[in-house]
C-alpha cells in the first residue's frame, strides 16, 4: 500500500541560517553516510583537485568563518537542505568555466548547488531555502546574486541529477531574471545564468 504524500511545508515551517559554526549540521544534509563512500561534500564547484578524503576537514574549516560556504534550511529545528552561496570568486570552477559566462565585471554571489534530504523532498522546500541564499548575500554586502539553473518548460518536473542546480522556474519565482544563455547543461538539460540586483 502506497504511503500517503507528506504535507508541503510553508515558508513559516522553514528556517534558514548561515552554515557559519554549523558543520555538523552541514555535514547531516550533503555527508556520506556509508563507511568508506566518497562524495562531492560541495567542494566540486570550489576545489574539485581536493581529495576526496580531505573533503570533509576542508569544509570544516569553510564552516568556520564568515560569510562561511552557504546556507542550511531547518524543519523544526533539524536540518533539512543546504544551498552553496558564495561570492564567484571563490569557486575555482566558476571562476575558470568555459560554458557559464561573466555577466558584466563585479563579482556576483553564486548560487551552485542544492541538496534537501530524503523525508523533506517534493514538498516545497526549494524556495525557502533559495530566498534564504539570497538574504545571506544581502547581508554579506552583495550587490547581485546569481544561479545557474536548468531550464524548464512549465509543469516540467526534473530529476535530481538535473535539478541539483535549480530550475529556471525556481529562481523566476525568487524574483530571478534570466540574464543570459551559456552552453553549460546538467542532466542533458540547457543551463542559463539567472540574476537578481539586490543594489
Known amino acids: 500500500m502506497a504511503r500517503a504524500p507528506l504535507p508541503r511545508l510553508s515558508s513559516d515551517d522553514v528556517v534558514v541560517h548561515s552554515a557559519v559554526g554549523r558543520f555538523e549540521d552541514f555535514a547531516q544534509v550533503v555527508g556520506v553516510k556509508k563507511p568508506g563512500g566518497h562524495g562531492c561534500w560541495c567542494t566540486a564547484y570550489r576545489d574539485s583537485r581536493v581529495p576526496n578524503d580531505d573533503r570533509p576537514a576542508y569544509m570544516r574549516d569553510e564552516c568556520s568563518s564568515e560569510p562561511g560556504p552557504g546556507v542550511i534550511a531547518y524543519v523544526d529545528g533539524a536540518p533539512a537542505g543546504w544551498c552553496s552561496v558564495a561570492p564567484r570568486s571563490t569557486y575555482r570552477r566558476l571562476m575558470h568555466s568555459r560554458t557559464l559566462p561573466f555577466v ?31 538574504a545571506h548575500a544581502a547581508a554579506h554586502g552583495a550587490e547581485v546574486v546569481e544561479g545557474y539553473p536548468v531550464q524548464v518548460d512549465a509543469g516540467e518536473r526534473v530529476d535530481v541529477i538535473s535539478g541539483y542546480v535549480g530550475t529556471s522556474r525556481l529562481f523566476e519565482r525568487a524574483g530571478f531574471h534570466v540574464a543570459a544563455p551559456t552552453t553549460g547543461r546538467s542532466g542533458g538539460r540547457p ?3 539567472v540574476r537578481r540586483e539586490l543594489a
Open 104 to 134: 558584466d565585471e563585479r563579482d556576483a554571489w553564486s548560487v551552485v548547488c542544492f541538496v534537501v534530504r530524503g523525508g523533506y523532498r517534493g514538498r516545497g522546500m526549494m524556495l525557502p531555502l533559495l530566498e534564504g541564499a539570497v
Open 191 to 193: 543551463r542559463v545564468v
